[in-house]
């Protein structure tokens, strides 16, 4: 395996779609990833914060990626939310590590970014992964969602 890391492009999204959908794909949740919703994700998320946008690939085939986005907080600026995938077959080798890495050092060196915090899956895996970065569950936050057309109807009746 010879991962290398670099900025990505936009002609990496419509492979980095197809293998964001591949990915859900595999896993048990209640999310529902198509290529042309993934793209569309990471079409996003290039068009936000493009030079946040990193990309895992051996031998030129894209593995994995990463990208968040700059807000400005009280205490300086913190990385929100995000996407980080790696294809199952490169799990658990070091990729996600890889990318981070990567995508932290810019955040830091070019934003001065002082805070992740992102939505994950409630799994072992995922707690375990983020604890070993130093990343924890924040106890003063609960993540809601809903629908949007509901509270609005909601809304209207009050």
Request: glycine share 8%; charged share 20%; net charge positive.
């Given at each position: ?39 569309s ?40 939310g ?7 077959v ?7 590590r ?18 992740f915090e992102a ?20 106890q003063d936050?609960?993540?809601v ?6 509270a609005?109807?909601k809304?209207?009746?009050?």
């Open positions: 395996m010879t991962v290398r890391v670099r900025a990505a492009a936009r002609k990496d999204l419509p492979a980095l779609g197809r293998l964001y959908a591949r990915i859900y794909a595999g896993m048990k949740t209640s999310e529902r990833w198509t290529v042309p919703t993934a793209t994700l990471l079409e996003h998320w290039f068009g936000a914060q493009q030079d946040l946008f990193a990309v895992a690939e051996d031998r030129n085939r894209l593995v994995g990626a990463f990208v968040t986005a700059v807000k400005p907080w009280w205490d300086g600026n913190h990385l929100e995000g996407e980080l995938f790696v294809d199952p490169y799990q658990r080798q070091g990729v996600g890889l990318l981070v890495r990567e995508v932290f050092s810019r955040a830091v060196q070019k934003h001065g970014a002082t805070v939505v994950t899956f409630r799994t072992p895996f995922h707690r375990a992964w983020y604890a070993s970065l130093g990343i924890q569950e924040n936050l609960l993540w969602s809903g629908s949007v057309p509901a609005l109807k809304l209207a009746r009050q």
